[in-house]
């Protein structure tokens, strides 16, 4: 990753596995799997809107593009702010919501359908979550996502999905 810039932050970068893994849905002429090792590109911008004063504020936006034969997203936008500390008096509080639209890939369509499971293209979604520390070595960081998917072959699918993160650093 390469970036430039402190109050406004500009990215480049590109990410890959260390390992190959099989395709979706292309096959080599004896019918297995073809093997290739996932990568892609992405920008990202950080601005930060407040600084300085009780509170800090910063708004983001990242997009990605991934080549879609190993894995089910082809490419992504994600948009969002992150405001620290949430709560005044508790210096590593943070809350942060965002909103993410990621687009599937051709593979993983054809896969999907030859699976005869329904294709979905896209998926949008809506993430609140906050983090603190609660202890000396605790933090904590409950986050709740609603997740929409929508295809031409299904009715779009609501999902809600709760997580919490336990982090203990000494």
Known sequence: EVGLGT???VSLGGWSY??????????????SPLRETPGGLYAMSEARLAQGGRR???AFLRGGLAR???QPFASSVQAGVLVAPAILGRDDSAVSLGLHRSATSDDFRQAQLAAGDPAWH?????????????MPHVTLQPDLQVIRQ???AIAARTAVQT??????AF
Do not use: F, K, N
């Not at 292309?26 to 019918?31: F, I, M, N, Q």
């Not at 997580?163 to 203990?168: E, F, H, K, N, W």
């Open 150 to 152: 929508v295809g031409e």
């Open 163 to 168: 997580t919490l993160r336990v982090q203990i």
């Open 18 to 31: 260390t390992r190959p893994r099989d395709a979706l849905a292309a096959t080599a002429p004896d019918g």
């Open 56 to 58: 800090a504020v910063t």
């Open 122 to 134: 896209s998926e949008t979604a809506v993430e609140l979550t906050y983090s603190d520390r609660v």
């Open 7 to 9: 109050r406004l932050r």
């Open 68 to 70: 879609g034969r190993t």
